[in-house]
């Protein structure tokens, strides 16, 4: 099963009382894309800190279930081992080093990773992200947002990971910015990267992965290959926003007989 892929296994987490992943278990084959979908709160990035073994930072623990990589566990191992055995984070909100400049949060993106790779790893990144080659010298804080997330994507990929685990990198860029940020996951993929995408935006994440899950409240509810979740009619309506056309043609019809108050009603739904 899985080569040497992600495997997380009936996984469960808590913070404190608070059980925000119940026995999920994912795959990540090598050399996929799988997105993770949910609304807020639904557990995702307390997934990806379970794999990456950053959720003590949060207060949160793994309370049952397994992650391995291979035939490596990575439960129980240190955060900067994780990386070592090639999975590297992403985290939500792009937080790189504001006041460090871009070569220096590079750096640091290496210092788990073995020093032979590092000038292969920053000529991949450079040419990833020409703009980073060109800011080198320059603070963080002053790049752009979308900028910023690019850095923040490129000093992941500075510790050369099998794994990139990407928690909600669209999140608050325009939609050309966001869809530079696909392209490029893409791109990373085509190298042979695996990617673990965690998106509230599932119209960008299912162009992106060939697998998908859907979790609520910490649960998965729904599976499977991602064109046949994009084409199924509950992810269309919770997740892409896709109303029912018949009926809202029929709602705007009654709104007409009844003097036009339908019609704004029926733009929420969905
Ligand atoms: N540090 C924390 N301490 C306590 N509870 C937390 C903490 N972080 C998250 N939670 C709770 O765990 C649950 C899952 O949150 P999580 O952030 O993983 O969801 P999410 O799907 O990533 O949502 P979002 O997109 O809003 O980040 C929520 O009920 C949340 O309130």
Redesign the pocket.
């Known amino acids: 099963m899985g080569g040497s892929g992600l495997v997380v296994r009936d996984l469960s987490v808590g913070?404190?009382p608070?059980r925000?992943v119940r026995r999920v278990s994912l795959e990540v084959p090598e050399g996929a894309v799988v997105t993770v979908l949910?609304?807020?709160?639904?557990?995702?990035?307390?997934?990806l800190r379970a794999v990456s073994r950053t959720l003590s930072f949060?207060?949160?623990a793994i309370t049952e279930g397994s992650v391995s990589l291979g035939d490596r566990r990575l439960d129980g191992l240190a955060p900067d081992r994780v990386v070592a055995a090639g999975v590297s984070q992403v985290p939500?909100g792009r937080r790189v080093f504001a006041r460090m400049t871009v070569a220096d949060n590079l750096r640091a993106g290496a210092l788990g990773a073995a020093r032979s790779g590092r000038a292969a790893a920053l000529a991949r990144v450079h040419e990833l992200f020409p703009v980073l080659a060109e800011r080198s010298g320059q603070r963080a804080g002053l790049l752009s947002g979308g900028e910023q997330q690019m850095l923040a994507v490129a000093r992941a990929l500075m510790a050369a990971p099998k794994v990139l685990l990407l928690d909600?990198p669209s999140l608050g860029l325009a939609p050309l910015m966001a869809q530079r940020i696909a392209d490029t996951v893409r791109e990373i993929n085509a190298q042979g990267t695996s990617v673990l995408l965690?998106e509230?935006n599932a119209a960008l994440a299912l162009r992106l992965a060939t697998r998908a899950y859907v979790?609520e409240v910490?649960e998965v509810t729904l599976s499977g290959p991602a064109d046949e979740l994009a084409a199924s009619d509950e992810v269309r309506r919770r997740y892409l926003g896709v109303v029912d056309e018949d009926a809202v043609a029929e709602a705007d019809a009654d709104a007409e007989r009844a003097g036009g108050v339908r019609r704004t009603l029926t733009r929420w739904r969905g």
Do not use: D, P
């Open positions: 913070y404190g608070v925000a949910g609304s807020n709160g639904a557990g995702k990035s307390t997934l949060h207060g949160g939500e909600e965690v509230q979790l910490g």
